[in-house]
T-cell receptor, first 114, second 109 residues
Framework: DAGVTQSPTHLIKTRGQQVTLRCSPK?????VSWYQQALGQGPQFIFQ???????QRGNFPDRFSGHQFPNYSSELNVNALLLGDSALYLC?????????????FGPGTRLLVL | GQSLEQPSEVTAVEGAIVQINCTYQ??????LSWYQQHDGGAPTFLSY????GLEETGRFSSFLSRSDSYGYLLLQELQMKDSASYFC??????????FGKGTRLSVIA
């Protein structure tokens, strides 16, 4: 049973560009959350998708948007990239009505903005 | 605002016991969880406390006091592989929304 997968693993972009990151949740999971983790910091919650709708959102600008597909996979889009967007982007999946222990993180996508 | 405070670094000897503390200030608190993250890896869920008291899972235990807005992670019989960063996180509903900055644990021989 594959866990949470993310692609790509690494990405280099320049300021002003746009990027799309992808996440496939663990089998049986229907909820996907995205986090940004800067070097030496804890993850910061970006948003959560459930039933193809954004259910919760953290304190991130509108440049950060997302989507969830009928198969529960999800994309994170970031427009007009800034140097400060360089970070590890983590996806976590869980069951919508499951217990706390059902949340699993993917390996992350490391984004570098030059 | 919301914030969590935890020590930035802790060093302990192999075989010993170490406690990592976490204090939080937040509204809408549901519970506190702990994660382990090795360098270059993804966070791994360790424990979740919604009620006051101690939760034990093998060598790892986690404690919560809601009245004191305080929790801790206790690691026993430390092994070299326990060297990692440990994060506490506050939950709202079914989502960990706020993470601490992490405590880097170094286990030495």
């Amino acid at each position: 049973d594959a866990g949470v997968t993310q692609s790509p693993t690494h990405l280099i972009k320049t300021r002003g560009q746009q990027v799309t990151l992808r996440c496939s949740p663990k089998s049986g999971h229907d909820t996907v959350s995205w986090y940004q983790q800067a070097l030496g910091q804890g993850p910061q919650f970006i948003f959560q998708y459930y039933e193809e709708e954004e259910r919760q959102r953290g304190n991130f600008p509108d440049r950060f948007s997302g989507h969830q597909f009928p198969n529960y996979s999800s994309e994170l889009n970031v427009n007009a990239l800034l140097l400060g967007d360089s970070a590890l982007y983590l996806c976590a999946s869980s069951e919508g009505t499951g217990g706390r222990e059902t949340q699993y993180f993917g390996p992350g996508t490391r984004l570098l903005v030059l | 605002g919301q914030s969590l405070e935890q020590p930035s670094e802790v060093t302990a000897v192999e075989g010993a016991i170490v406690q990592i503390n976490c204090t939080y200030q937040t509204s809408g608190f549901y519970g506190l969880s702990w994660y382990q993250q090795h360098d270059g890896g993804a966070p791994t869920f360790l424990s979740y406390n919604a009620l006051d008291g101690l939760e034990e899972t093998g060598r790892f235990s986690s404690f919560l006091s809601r009245s004191d807005s305080y929790g801790y992670l206790l690691l026993q019989e430390l092994q070299m592989k326990d060297s990692a960063s440990y994060f506490c996180a506050v939950w709202r509903g079914n989502t960990p929304l706020v993470f601490g900055k992490g405590t880097r644990l170094s286990v030495i021989a």
